[in-house]
């Protein structure tokens, strides 16, 4: 398509964000869209700002092969599903060794919770 790997995922996080319960908060159905993803997530909250872990890398081989595109195409696929799901915003992907995996996604919260 001649765009770039964040752009590649971006557009597949916006395909793949489908089957979320309605009363699901946003971070809730991004976690759940990531771990349909293969990729184990644990999230941490603190106030409107989160790190999810990534505890596995489905793409292990691949990544060891070609880090930046693998990891950019990653860093897309969470700003896709973000965008999809609304009311969250993906700031980075802190890249690790894919074979120990524990990569993060920050990110945060960008409306209220109701209660």
């Known amino acids: 398509t001649g765009d770039g790997p964040v752009e590649v995922g971006r557009q597949a996080g916006h395909r793949i964000r489908l089957g979320a319960r309605a009363e699901q908060e946003p971070l809730e159905a991004f976690v759940e869209q990531m771990k349909r993803q293969g990729f184990e997530p644990e999230v941490r909250e603190q106030g409107d700002r989160f790190d999810v872990t990534l505890h596995t890398c489905p793409f292990t081989s691949a990544v060891l092969a070609d880090p930046d595109t693998v990891c950019q195409l990653h860093l897309g696929l969470a700003r896709g599903v973000a965008e ?6 993906v700031d980075e992907l802190v890249p690790k060794d894919p074979r120990r995996a524990h990569c993060r996604i920050r990110g945060r919260v960008t409306h209220e919770t109701q209660v």
């Open 84 to 89: 999809a799901v609304g009311d969250i915003d």
